[in-house]
């Protein structure tokens, strides 16, 4: 029996509009349970590892509903912090990522986000856990949250578990007067697991970034750029053994995705993925995120850990909403040669 895995952020809901107005005529906007964290503990629970998701909700008949449906989902949400008035929301038209500068956030005097430091019980929590995963969608709301996963990582690392981050950079959060360099590098420092791309590495912890690499058009020396990044990624932060970093490249047409993972003993590559039909781009890297852990967890050799990431975040792009319902027969079902 597979020790616990804990994610922990912030649980949103997600409208997503059409983007000519027809909402507004339709009276309808379809509604999403979204989060980074909690789309990786639903990808988790879904391939049968067990898992518990932290967040604060308010104490009202909603929240009664939500978790009752992450119930159904098999997700332990028994440490759930009911506290506050109210979910976060964000809006996101349909066919957008989240890096779209049309993502609206409205996550103001959320529950999740008027958390307080010494509220939660980590060391109480954390026991019978071997795992602990947050993003850096978390610290990027406020002090306070930034504290809180401090307060989060120390009991984490003291208990001897493995951490992960997920280095989702979102340019519309870091509002407070903050640095993210500033806030992650001390937060990052207790992580032995770290996800991200070449971007999000330099703009959340000042790794040296190519400015001319999409000039070379060359996916060896994306690969190579990969490779130096998560060298000085490990050599600022010894306690990483593993990075991870996503490349998805699309254009009108098309879309194109692959990743690497680097460790002390070299660089494994995920197979290539193509397609000209994506439903979705929201949650593919926290599907991705989801991968790794559950590779590492179930201990399988270092090329099939990425394989099986890269094909269920391949996988997550053609699924509505933000969190995946694919098996783990489905995932390796994109790895067979026909897949």
Known sequence: ???KIVCF??????MSPGTHGEWLRDANIPLYLGGSELNVATALSNWKLPVQYLTALPDHALSKDICDHLVKKRIDISNVVFSGSRIGIYYLARGSDLKHHGVIYDRQHSSFSELQPATIDWDEILNGVNWFHFSAITPALNDNIAAVCKEALMAAEKKGLIISVDLNHRS????????????MTPLVQHCDVIMGNIWSANSLLAIGLDENIHEKKSKDAYLLHASKTAGALMKLFPKCKSVANTFRFDDLTSLKYYAALDDKTGQYVSKEFNTTEVSDKAGSGDCFMAGLIYGFTRQHPLQHVIDFAAAAAFGKLHE????????????????????
């Open 320 to 339: 509505v909403g933000d969190a995946t319902l694919q098996t783990v027969e489905d995932v390796e079902l994109k790895l067979k040669p026909h897949g």
């Open 9 to 14: 952020g912030e649980l949103l809901l997600r």
């Open 172 to 183: 519309k959060l870091w509002q407070y007067g903050k640095q993210p360099v500033d806030v």
């Open 1 to 3: 029996m597979h020790k």
